[in-house]
């Protein structure tokens, strides 16, 4: 069924949790604003007008949903020991679900299972794969899929699982083979159990793509990313994008104002061109900083750039 164009997604990634880069509370990378967040905080960083202004912005922008990565930004009812100081209780993320799906947006959850990005699960990050590790996640996700009143997708991460990704983690843990095709299958079979569509990051298939297409279910949602300018086909990145419509994969392509003004817009023009409508469900744009007030320029423009890119969407 083609894609009809007043249901395309137009969606945000925006963060409640920002514990997803780093295991340590000095970050190690230097050279531009955001690094300084990335270290490990026992706190919520996070501010509450500069939140609501970004909704209302992305109201007036015309877009309409927006992906909320959650990590331990909540005080979850099935394992309260993950949150951190000042995490939202449950109930306050429910009015402000409500209070999302008020101003037209949907509100879709995400909680990153790639070991490289779940620092967020705080012990049980170095548990991973054990009985105890499968127990907190099966309990998180039936828990954010009933606190989300089951929403459209959820997102799962599952990106740059890779030994350079950890390597100035304090410790560094990555799965392999089948142990990864186990782990990745679970979260999927719990969250499409509950009637809600898995969502992941693909770069796995840049380096993976026979077993990637022997093995991804089509029901899996794919969101490839390119942050760059040059839309090349000999980058894998970029083919990506086209391996993924020639396998019949519904895609919802991911750009971002992190390294580029111009790439949301320029990735809109090429996958409208290079992917078929009826598996091109729509756009997110993931500006990849903290919500704090010294960032809100760049979360502003973020959400700029996909009103441009929409308003010359055919």
């Not at 909680?111 to 309990?139: G, I």
């Amino acid at each position: 069924m083609m894609q009809e164009k007043d249901q395309t997604i137009w969606a945000n990634l925006l963060h409640l949790s920002y514990n997803m880069w780093e295991d340590r509370m000095e970050p190690t990378y230097e050279g531009r604003e955001y690094h300084e967040d990335r270290g490990y905080r026992p706190f919520l960083c996070f501010d509450e007008k500069l939140w609501n202004d970004i909704l209302h912005k992305m109201v007036d922008a015309g877009m309409n949903m927006i992906v909320i990565d959650l990590g331990d930004g909540v005080q979850y009812q099935s394992h309260p020991e993950i949150a951190v100081e000042n995490a939202w209780t449950v109930e306050k993320l429910r009015k402000e679900l409500s209070k999302i799906r008020s101003l037209g947006l949907e509100p879709i959850p995400k909680l990153n299972f790639a070991t490289t990005h779940d620092a967020w699960l705080a012990e049980y990050s170095r548990c991973v794969s054990t009985d105890a590790y499968y127990t907190v996640c099966k309990d998180l996700i039936e828990e954010v899929i009933d606190i989300f009143d089951k929403p459209r997708f959820f997102h799962l991460g599952m990106d740059e699982e890779t030994p350079n990704h950890q390597r100035n983690f304090s410790y560094m843990v990555v799965r392999q083979f089948d142990l990864w095709w186990h782990d990745f299958y679970f979260y999927c079979e719990h969250v499409t159990k509950a009637g809600v569509r898995p969502w992941v990051w693909s770069d796995y298939l840049w380096h993976n793509p026979e077993v990637f297409f022997e093995k991804i279910p089509k029901s899996v949602v794919q969101s490839n990313w390119y942050y760059g300018e040059e839309f090349d086909e000999s980058n894998i990145r970029v083919k990506a994008y086209n391996d993924l419509e020639e396998h019949g994969y519904d895609q919802i392509p991911a750009s971002s104002n992190h390294s580029s003004p111009k790439s949301f817009g320029m990735t809109v023009d090429y996958c409208k061109q290079h992917i078929s409508p009826s598996r091109l469900l729509g756009f997110l744009q993931t500006s990849w900083r903290v919500t704090l007030e010294k960032c809100r320029q760049r979360h502003m423009e973020a959400v700029e750039q996909v009103a441009k890119a929409k308003a010359s969407f055919i």
